[in-house]
Structure formats: C-alpha cells, structure tokens
C-alpha cells in the first residue's frame, strides 16, 4: 500500500526574479509545516501535473497564484472538477488565496474582482463566532494580523459554508466547507520581507490606484498567530500520514 503524504499543490510561482534570493511558494510553505521531507509531495498543478486520488491524500494544501480563478485555465477547470470529490472524502484541504478562491468556485460560490481594488499588506483580521469550535480555528485571538495580496475575492461563499474570519475589505477572509477543508484569502507563509517584494513589484499598479506603498510597507509586520495555521492544519493531516 502507497504511504499517503500531505500533497502541496502549486498553483503557480512568485516572480522570477525574487527566485535565486527567496525561494519560490513551495519553499515558503515547507519549514511552516513541520512535517519531514518524505511526508510531502509537491504537485506543479499549473504545469499540468496530475491530481492524485483523494483517498491517497492526507492532506492538501494549494498554494497562492499570479492567475486568476476566472481565467478558466485547462488545469483550473480539472482542479475545479476534483475539488468536491477531495471534500466529499473529507480530506483535510486548506486552499491559501487563489487556493482559498478555487475552494469556493467549486463548491458553488463566486470569485470575482474585488470592487475595491487590490489588497495588499499587514491587514487586521476579526474571527466570528463559528471559530469557537472550529478545528483549525479555535482559541486564536478573536483579532490578530495578517499579510495579504489579492486582487479578486470571494465575492459569494459556498452554499453552506461556515464563515471564519473578516475585516471591513474582505468579509470572506476564511470559510469552511464541510468539516475538513478551509480557504484563507491572507497569506500565512508569507513574512515582512516577503510582502514587501510584492509591494514593491506592484508600486506602479498601487500607485496608479491611489494607493501609498510607502505607508504599506510602514504598516508591514510580522504574523505569528496567522503564520501558525500552518503546523495546525500539518497536525491535523498528520492522523492521515500512515
């Protein structure tokens, strides 16, 4: 019998250039885990590989993309496809952005252009109530900080899904669907140095905005509480490791 591992799904890459020096999306995501090398399976979904069966999987994690979900790509719509079937097992799923956005496309929710324009920095999130019991949720702060960087958004969640966190740009900061599988539009492997690539390489769309990057990256902190999902949602894979 094949051993089952928690499966990364790459959905993209960061920017070339920030390659040699940071590491790409994978690479971020690792060391958060805790999990050893041999527990992990990285899938380059956006280079057409293929999705594994979901009884095979531990666990899932799909990354952040510079795509966006409504450009119906052959590989999106094939991941779309397979996305209930991986919920309906009941494997644990957290899709981080463009993951957390093709979570809800699937399970019948709507992705679309934020009306307000791009997100983009240290945001402060409030949990609701349902994170009382909720298995990746529960006894976090009711406020904390996070990174984000998004230019659509979950515009309507999933029928049925169990809303997490918010703020007063994004309400669908983080949902639930059934019991196992979690979107988060903020970016828990993402560090200070990180974000403040991506503010950089976006300046000249910020600016065209009416956004400030220089009180962007003033604002820029370090997240912890949200960087901690991470081994949360590795914990919780792990009963499915053997």
């Not at 590491?23 to 293929?50: C, H, K, N, T, Y």
Request: glycine residues 8%; negative net charge; proline residues 8%.
């Amino acid at each position: 019998m094949t051993r089952r591992k928690l499966i990364l799904l790459k959905a993209g890459s960061t920017f070339p250039d920030l390659i040699p020096r940071l590491g790409d999306f994978d690479s971020w995501l690792l060391p958060g885990l805790g999990l050893p090398e041999d527990q992990v399976e990285v899938l380059e979904i956006w280079r057409d590989a293929a999705l594994p069966p979901p009884e095979d999987c531990a666990g899932v994690i799909m990354t952040g993309a510079h795509a966006m979900v409504t450009d119906h790509l052959p590989w999106m719509r094939r991941a779309l496809d397979w996305l209930p079937r991986l919920v309906a097992a009941e494997v644990p799923y957290l899709g981080i952005c463009f993951g957390h956005q093709m979570l809800a496309e699937a399970m019948g929710g709507r992705v679309d252009f934020h009306p307000g324009g791009r997100e983009i920095g240290c945001v402060d999130l409030h949990l609701y109530p349902a994170c009382a019991t909720d298995a990746l949720f529960r006894d976090l702060p009711a406020q904390f900080p996070a990174l984000a960087v998004h230019a659509q958004s979950v515009r309507e969640v999933p029928p049925g899904a169990t809303l997490l966190a918010g703020n007063a740009y994004e309400a669908h900061h983080a949902f639930r669907v059934g019991t196992r599988a979690w979107g988060i539009q903020f970016h828990p492997e993402f560090n200070r140095e990180r974000m403040d690539t991506y503010v950089h390489h976006l300046s000249l769309q910020l600016c065209a905005a009416g956004q400030d990057c220089q009180q962007i990256r003033a604002r820029l902190c370090d997240t912890p509480i949200a960087a901690g999902l991470l081994p949360r949602f590795a914990a919780l894979a792990k009963t499915r490791l053997t």
